[in-house]
């Protein structure tokens, strides 16, 4: 996953602790899956129950995909979007407005999403590495 430093990125910067993405916590928790990138409704069948989904947004055809996610991870919206109401209503974190996840978090990475504070981790390897 490429995390970009605060000069390249705006808003999002990296922390002393290691990278992070910032956007917004729109349904609260946290969660660590692996990620899973999905363009359109075609990509639906690669998500695997407990899979991070990231996309660019999502609308009412989407929202299936809900009930066997961890957490969701968006490029678009707000606490009132779709992808927000949905994941508040399933109970998992929400973290969106992440300019360019598609391009910067890659399938199969392992990351902890906090939608309470906003911010999205890569999950460090090895023994004894949890939630940061």
Do not use: N, Y
Not at 61 to 82: D, N, Q, R, Y
């Amino acid at each position: 996953m490429e995390f970009t430093s605060a000069a390249k990125a705006g808003t999002e910067s990296m922390d002393p602790s290691g990278a992070v993405l910032h956007g917004i916590g729109a349904s609260p928790g946290v969660a660590c899956g692996t990620a899973r990138t999905v363009h359109s409704l075609d990509q639906f069948s690669a998500v695997m129950p407990g899979d991070v989904l990231v996309c660019r947004t999502t609308d009412p055809a989407w929202t299936p995909l809900f009930g066997m996610v961890a957490a969701v991870i968006t490029e678009t919206g707000g606490v009132l979007s779709h992808a927000a109401i949905v994941a508040r209503e399933h109970g998992i974190p929400a973290v969106l407005g992440i300019r360019d996840a598609l391009t910067r978090i890659s399938t199969g990475t392992t990351l902890t999403v906090d939608g309470t504070h906003g911010t999205v981790h890569e999950k460090p390897a090895g023994p004894g590495a949890g939630p940061r």
